[in-house]
DNA sequence: CTTGGGACCTGGCTGC
DNA sequence: TGCAGCCAGGTCCCAA
């Protein structure tokens, strides 16, 4: 599924083809993709150049005209290619620029959303900080976790506590980090969220070089799949042997959520060294 | 303010 | 074999 280290790989991948270019057109055959208001509330965008193609959270913005952009959100099984589309593809919208470029937003399960707005302050406000800024520090983590009870899984999960980041990378980042995925988000002493924190960035950026992970439906624009799963500790690993100690991974649920995670390398409680 | 539960969505899987 | 029903999970909305 698309987060944060997808969605990176899909900027990466399109800005040098669109900035610069204008929108000739957009094609919507499914008009729910751009929520209640349909495809007329995309029209605004029509004729406008993209200034820039940024990324917030799991969030593809391109960026028009002052502070408008397009927001695209590939929820679960979206894509964005540009490349030939692959047979049986599920097509929802298609973007044409001036220089000839073609952006085809597939999504089989119809959650993603490409909706136009007029300003992108409030969204981009909404949201925690970004996990591989500057200003995202161990610090700033602590001080956010300290405020929750719930499990330390569903915190991560929390776009306003930190962008971008969803359950595969939450698994990934609570086992190099040692914690047990049910611990009380504000019972981590402070040396374990100085740990958490780092393994949250070396997570994201490790799967950042790797091109995303594809598990499912996601894949890059030019149609390859990313290798970022192949790294997996423990994501989607369930019932096989840890790759630090050889137990075997087990999978719970967490606020509904699957969570897999390593029963000897994250104990719920310490043992004394 | 925080927390928890349901809704959305559909291909693939389970079990009768 | 056929099919009902559950499951995956990111986000929004509502209630307590």
């Known amino acids: 599924m698309p987060e944060l280290p997808e969605v990176e790989t899909i900027r990466r991948a399109i800005e040098p083809h669109i900035v610069g270019a204008q929108i000739t057109d957009i094609s919507l055959p499914d008009p729910s993709i751009a929520g209640p208001g349909g495809s007329e509330s995309l ?6 150049t993209v200034r820039a193609v940024l990324r917030r959270g799991k969030h593809l913005i391109l960026l028009l005209a002052g502070n408008s952009g ?10 964005l290619l540009r490349c030939e589309l692959p047979a049986g593809a599920r097509v929802r919208a298609v973007l044409t620029f001036s220089n000839g470029e073609r952006l085809a937003f597939t999504d089989q399960r119809r959650l993603g959303r490409m909706q136009y707005y007029a300003s992108l302050k409030p969204l981009l406000l909404r949201l925690g900080p970004e996990p591989l800024d500057a200003d995202f520090t161990w610090e700033s983590l602590r001080s956010a976790l300290k405020r929750h009870s719930i499990p330390v899984k569903a915190a991560l999960l929390d776009q306003n506590i930190v962008a971008g980041i969803g359950n595969m990378y939450a698994d990934e980042a ?42 499912s439906t996601y894949a890059k624009p030019d149609g390859n799949r990313g290798a970022a799963q192949f790294s997996f500790n423990v994501a989607h690993r369930k019932g096989q042997p840890c ?14 959520r699957g969570a897999c995670y390593c029963p000897c390398c994250q104990p719920k409680r310490k043992v004394d060294a």
């Open 43 to 48: 029209q605004p965008a029509l004729g406008a």
């Open 70 to 79: 397009i927001v695209l959100h590939l929820r679960m099984t979206g894509a």
């Open 174 to 215: 609570l086992f190099l980090a040692g914690i047990n995925p049910v611990v009380s988000a504000n019972q981590i002493p402070a040396n374990e969220i100085r740990t958490l924190w780092r393994s949250i960035r070396d997570v994201l950026q490790r799967a950042i070089e790797d091109g995303g992970a594809s598990v």
């Open 243 to 256: 790759p630090r100690c050889g137990a075997q991974i087990e999978r719970i649920m967490v606020r509904k």
